[in-house]
């Protein structure tokens, strides 16, 4: 089992920044990647950014190119978003989850972004 515990999270105007991190314990030995998601009520979860640890490459949903980014530190087993330029269409709770082969197979509780207009 690996435990993901996400933090950062708030309200914040639209225009502004929040830093998200998410630290990762238990068997992560086998992860191999970590991604951030998010989700509103009623609507699925919505796939917003990843990391491979082991190249360092980094994927991003169309909606949040250019204006967040995504960081990681292995060693830590924490994994970072840096999100800039926040519209009231991110509005969410942003979870993150870690990716052992190719499934994303742990999931932390989330926490919420509010971007009031």
């Known amino acids: 089992q690996v435990q993901l515990v996400e933090s950062g999270g708030g309200l914040v105007q639209a225009g502004g920044s929040l830093r998200l991190s998410c630290a990762a314990s238990?068997?992560?030995?086998?992860?191999?990647?970590m991604g951030w998601f998010r989700q509103n009520p009623g609507k699925d979860r919505e796939f917003v950014a990843s990391?491979?640890?082991?190249?360092?490459?980094?994927a991003y949903a169309d909606s949040v190119k250019g204006r967040f980014s995504i960081s990681g530190d292995n060693a830590k087993n924490t994994v970072y978003l840096q999100m800039n330029s926040l519209k009231p269409e991110d509005t969410a709770e942003y979870l993150c989850?870690?990716?052992?082969?190719?499934?994303?197979?742990?999931w932390g509780q989330g926490t919420q972004v509010t971007v009031s207009s």
């Open positions: 238990g068997r992560t030995f086998r992860t191999n990647g």
């Open positions: 989850a870690s990716r052992e082969t190719y499934e994303y197979k742990f």
């Open positions: 990391i491979i640890w082991s190249s360092g490459v980094a």
